[in-house]
Each structure stands twice: as C-alpha cells, then as structure tokens.
C-alpha cells in the first residue's frame, strides 16, 4: 500500500472538506502498524506546511463513545494549534465535512512525563491544570464510518477543541463524578461524568504518557492532553448553539 498517498488523500480530504472511501475497504491487508505510520506522515505533512502541534488527544476511553463509533480499543491522535476554537465561538460549518461534539476532560502538566512505566502517581505529581473541555471530531471517512486502523490513520477525528479556564485541580478528588450536560439549542441532549472515562480520566493521561513511549514520544509541560469523550458525540449543523455545561464553567460555540 502507498502510505505516502493515503495520508496525503487524508490531509486533502481535511483541506477541503471532502470525506473519501475507508481505506480497509479497498485495503485488505491495512494492518495497525501501517495506521500508525500513516498518522505520522499525515502529521509531518501539516507540519510542513505550518501546522504547530498543541498536544495530543485520548480517543475511545469511554464505552459511550466506543459504542457510538462501534470501535471498542483506545486510540489517540495529534492535536494542531489550528484545531483550537476560535474566541469568539464561532464554528463555520463550510469548514467542515460532518462535525460532531464531545464533553471532555483536559489536562495540562508542569513536568514531562515519558513512558514506559509511567504510573497514576507519577500523573498526579505532574498536573498542573485539569480543565473542563470539549473536542469536535470530523471523520475524514464518508458516513462517519470507519474500522480501528481508519481512524488511526485519520488522525483519530481529530478537528476542534475549547479547553476552560477555571482548573479543577483543587476539586480533583470530586472530578471523577462532577455532573457535566451537552446542550444544543438549550435541550439537555447527554449528560455524564468524567468517571465514564476509564473510570477515571487521569488514567488516560497514563495510558497515553505509556503508549506514546513506543514512538519514543512524550508529554511535555503545557501541552494540551484530551482524556476523551464522556458521552456519546453529539452531531450539529448550521445555525446550532451548544453548551457544554460543567458545574464551575459554561463551554459555548455556535455554528455557523
Ligand atoms: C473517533 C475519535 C474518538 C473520543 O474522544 O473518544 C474521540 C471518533 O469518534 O470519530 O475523540
Ligand atoms: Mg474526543
């Protein structure tokens, strides 16, 4: 298989909001290692032109959203500064192909931590910042249908993320069970609680701080880490309004 040309077909698909065939359909030996590979070139490919890498992201930690992708092994993926919602909330839909949007939880550290070996204390003793979030996914497969190596290679969906500002630190012996909604347009749509991840969202900062040592990566401070969605991913069109709402902050975005 060319990786070369999957991933450049990936980024175009990206660029100009035009979803293409899943690879596993006309791929049949596509084999996670190759997934990988064509992730990383995908992310070489935004570098060169410009793209700066603000973190990374955890992807199917909860069986709320495994369930909703029917892709049941985590996952994660690169997170670009472009990616970041802009200030004034405004998603512009003609940016998009078919956006969907998930409560998550994110994390910043003020010590590197690199794997392998990495443990839940080690991951406390990093925290600098735990923030109420949200990620829009995008698929870059038609339908929003994919199998695990697709989504892999797609930069695991990654399109959008608004991190808050009040740090929960403080509060983290409560996060786990904090009550967070989704609305769109005012109607309550999901609720959850961070516990759904994993049972507890700072064990996919391990999981990442773990998987990440394969590729001879780490965590560094300040980077922006998504733990993953808490509920199932909630699709949007033009016109909606949603609010992630969490008991300490309201996270707001209109598409337009
Ligand atoms: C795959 C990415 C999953 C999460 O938080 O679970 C993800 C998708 O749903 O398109 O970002
Ligand atoms: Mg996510």
Known sequence: MNKQAIAEALRQALVTQTPIAQISKSEPNFSLSDAIEIQEIGFNLAQTVGEKLAGYKMGLTSKAKQRDVNVFEPI????????????????KMAERIHPRV????????????????????????????????????????????????????????????????????????????????????????????PAAVLGDPMLSVVSLANTLANEAKSILPGMVILTGGITQSLSFKKGDRIDVEWPQEVLSFSAE
């Open 102 to 193: 998930e409560p998550e939880v994110a994390v910043v550290l003020k010590h590197e931590l690199r794997g392998p070996g990495v443990t839940m204390r080690d991951v406390l003793m990093a925290l600098d910042g735990v923030y109420p979030a949200l990620e829009i996914v995008d698929s870059r497969y038609e339908g929003f249908i994919f199998k695990l190596e697709d989504v892999i290679a797609d930069n695991t969906s990654a399109a959008g993320f608004m991190v808050g500002r009040v740090n929960l630190l403080p509060q983290l012996n409560e996060l786990n069970l904090m009550g967070i909604s989704v609305r769109k347009n005012g109607m309550i749509m999901e609720t959850g609680a």
């Open 76 to 91: 994660h993926g690169y997170i670009l500064k472009s990616f970041e919602i802009p200030k004034n909330g405004i998603i």
